[in-house]
């Protein structure tokens, strides 16, 4: 049994109802449509978004079929907007397989992307807490505009840490925290327990793009990203943040003016993750790492005793301690 069947266990059911659900929405006749969404499901995840609401869900009380259907509502909107990120950063693969794109081409995938955001809205509808609707539709609106601020960022080079965060809430902590604080809406819990979830969302929402970016640093197999790919978009992140943050002002000038310049050679790429590591770019953004996880196990610990609880928090070690 792996560690992520230990922590599904509490809601074992729920989580097989979920897959279930998420199979059936993602179902076309059309035979483009039929063969990447093929493609998608071999390349997929542990679905730890999907997960993470069910358990939150169950800590808060009991899990509803209202907490299954907005699971399979943001694990569709989270699949969008990997298949749409694959097209915008010209990834050619994704966990260790070919992406969308990649198979399908930038139509096709575009198109696909558009198809899935449909079937999640179709099922939006049928949701009937509106709240719950105009959270994710509020989620959908910032997570593009994250997108596009990353992208602004990458023509600046030179940015700060708070810049950094700022994309990595709308990005990926946004996603995160309306997994929790939906799971506390859907099992009845207390607006002020729905508020202690949602910021132990967004915490370890920035433990898993933090702990992401760290991968960026070195070759990894497993996830298919090979060293440098986010450097070679253009896109800064902690690790590099912190060395340019601490060098020397003539140490630092020449890394900036690759960045600058954008020279994304394999020679400057090779030099710019040595840069980072040597300047200690690495410990330091896995100490920052730690301190959300451990502000965010705190915050778990005032929910009661359950196993679901236990699972919570097991899932924030796994995030942060995953190899891929």
């Known amino acids: 049994m792996t560690e992520i069947d230990i922590i599904k266990q509490p809601v074992t059911e729920q989580f097989a109802e979920f897959e279930a659900a998420f199979e059936a929405a993602l179902s076309s006749e059309t035979p483009s449509i039929c063969a990447s969404i093929t493609s998608l499901h071999r390349s997929g995840g542990k679905h730890i978004r999907p997960l993470l609401l069910l358990l939150t869900a169950r800590a808060c009380g009991q899990v509803t079929p209202a907490a299954v259907q907005s699971a399979v509502l943001l694990e569709l909107l989270h699949?969008?907007?990997?298949?749409?990120?694959?097209?915008?950063?010209?990834?050619?693969?994704?966990?260790?397989?070919?992406?969308?794109?990649?198979?399908?081409?930038?139509?096709?995938?575009?198109?696909?992307?558009?198809?899935?955001?449909?079937?999640?809205?179709?099922?939006?509808?049928?949701?009937?807490?509106?709240?719950?609707?105009?959270?994710?539709a509020a989620l959908c609106r910032d997570m593009a505009e994250g997108e596009i601020r990353q992208l602004d960022n990458t023509a600046e080079a030179a940015l700060s840490e708070a810049d950094y965060l700022a994309v990595l809430e709308k990005k990926t902590a946004g996603l995160l925290s309306a997994c929790t604080e939906i799971g506390a809406i859907t099992a009845g819990a207390t607006h002020p327990t729905q508020l202690l979830c949602r910021s132990f969302g967004d915490l370890m929402g920035i433990c898993f793009q933090i702990k992401d970016d760290i991968f960026d640093y070195f070759d990894n197999a497993e996830t298919g990203k090979p060293s440098g790919n986010d450097l070679r978009e253009g896109k800064v992140t902690l690790p590099l943040l912190y060395a340019l943050s601490t060098a020397p002002d003539a140490e630092k000038t020449r890394y900036l003016s690759i960045l600058q310049n954008k020279q994304f050679t394999p020679d400057n790429t090779a030099a710019l993750i040595r840069f980072a590591k040597e300047r200690g770019g690495i410990e330091y953004a896995e100490r920052r790492m730690n301190e959300y996880k451990t502000r965010a196990t705190a915050l778990i610990d005032n929910l009661p005793a359950s196993d679901a609880k236990d699972s919570l928090l097991r899932l924030a070690e796994?995030?942060?301690?995953r190899r891929h």
């Open 79 to 136: 699949t969008a907007s990997l298949v749409h990120d694959d097209v915008v950063d010209d990834t050619s693969r994704r966990r260790g397989t070919p992406s969308l794109n990649a198979l399908h081409g930038n139509a096709v995938a575009v198109l696909v992307g558009d198809f899935i955001l449909a079937s999640m809205m179709i099922r939006a509808i049928a949701t009937v807490d509106k709240q719950i609707v105009s959270m994710i």
């Open 318 to 321: 796994f995030i942060t301690a």
